[in-house]
């Protein structure tokens, strides 16, 4: 099986459909976070965003009408919330902002098809799928709407997603977001954000903003990720896997160029490991970023990765590291450092 010989086609209602959480997180709840002992802003995130999911449990409605996001006292009437209308988690990759955010969808007191879970770039595919007005009637009937990976990397990403969530939050929609950047440095290293202030500044109003500190769990207590194998160890892995895609890793980049990114998750199905020949640096900044988000779909779909060639902490240069990206890229190294470890039994299976 070979993902260069997929090209899947989305329908719009798909995109849609599947904006619940990945399957990885579909048992994760608040009280199976394991909040770090020295992270007291770990403890208290749960909290506070234990008492959104409370706040969120009477019947939506437009702003003007509806109960404020955390909750009134016992026999009190609703009241315009005077605040913020959503939350924001931000803090380093591997902290546990994934596993929050998808805790409080499920606690959140509403059919799946009245809430949305996506990333920051499934919900601009779908409005580049469905048009700007189609999504905000589709997602204006929805209790809440949560936000993975928060980032703005151009100006029409900026003023495009100002615009969705001021209408949403009109409508009633409360909001959920994580990123590794604070809402106020958004866009920042990527490009002019400061002729972007007044929508940047507007996107932050919507949110209470929580820091979360701690270390990346997926390194908390594990070994080091295993050296890449040899190409024979790849392909005999590869061959002896139900389920395995075997691909050279050049005409995977190149063929990621050629599939639109929300289709990247539907490239995957069906996959139980992907197996990746001739690993080597990225040699651009596109295609990088193509493949930050296909780890992404894989570490969502919980698909171990096994590769020969160079390893992942050598996939993006010093340059990129650098970079206004360079959050993107660390998050990228270590999900698939993670994945790489899953797939370290499909050698000895092999």
């Not at 706040?55 to 939506?60: H, K, M, Y």
């Not at 969705?164 to 440095?185: D, F, H, I, Y």
């Not at 594990?222 to 139900?242: F, G, I, K, N, W």
Request: hydrophobic share 40%.
């Amino acid at each position: 099986m070979s993902l260069c010989s997929r090209e899947p086609r989305v329908p719009a209602d798909r995109l849609v459909a599947e904006m619940v959480p990945p399957p990885r997180f579909d048992s994760v709840r608040f009280s199976t976070y394991l909040p770090d002992p020295n992270q007291s802003s770990q403890r208290e995130a749960v909290h506070v965003l234990e008492e959104f999911a409370n706040g969120l449990g009477q019947s939506p409605g437009p702003a003007t009408g509806r109960r404020g996001l955390f909750g009134f006292g016992r026999g009190k009437a609703p009241k315009v919330p005077a605040g913020p209308r959503g939350v924001y988690l931000d803090g380093g990759y591997g902290v546990g902002k994934t596993h929050l955010l998808a805790s409080l969808w499920h606690a959140t007191d509403a059919e799946p098809s009245r809430k949305a879970f996506g990333t920051f770039v499934e919900l601009t595919n779908l409005v580049g799928a469905l048009g700007f007005q189609q999504t905000v009637q589709t997602l204006s009937g929805h209790r809440l709407l949560c936000i993975d990976e928060f980032e703005l990397d151009d100006p029409g990403d900026t003023v495009l997603v100002s615009s969705l969530l001021a209408r949403l939050v009109e409508a009633g929609v409360a909001l959920a977001a994580t990123s590794n950047t604070l809402p106020g440095k958004l866009g920042e290293g990527r490009f002019a954000a400061a002729d972007f202030m007044r929508e940047i500044q507007g996107l932050s109003a919507h949110f209470r903003a929580l820091r979360i500190d701690g270390e990346d769990y997926r390194h908390r207590g594990l070994p080091e990720a295993p050296a890449p194998y040899s190409e024979e160890q790849v392909t005999r892995a590869a061959r002896a896997t139900d389920g395995a895609s075997l691909d050279d890793f050049t005409a995977l980049l190149d063929h990621l160029a050629r599939v639109h990114p929300s289709r990247y998750g539907a490239l995957t199905d069906g996959l139980s490991a992907v197996c990746l020949t001739g690993v080597r640096p990225v040699p651009d900044q596109s295609t990088a970023l193509r493949l930050v988000v296909l780890a992404d779909r894989l570490y969502d779909r919980e698909v171990p990765v096994l590769t020969s060639g160079e390893p992942f902490d050598r996939l993006f240069g010093e340059e990129m590291l650098k970079g206004g990206y360079r959050k993107k890229y660390f998050r990228a190294i270590s999900r698939l450092t993670a994945l790489a470890r899953d797939a370290a039994p499909l050698v000895d299976a092999g």
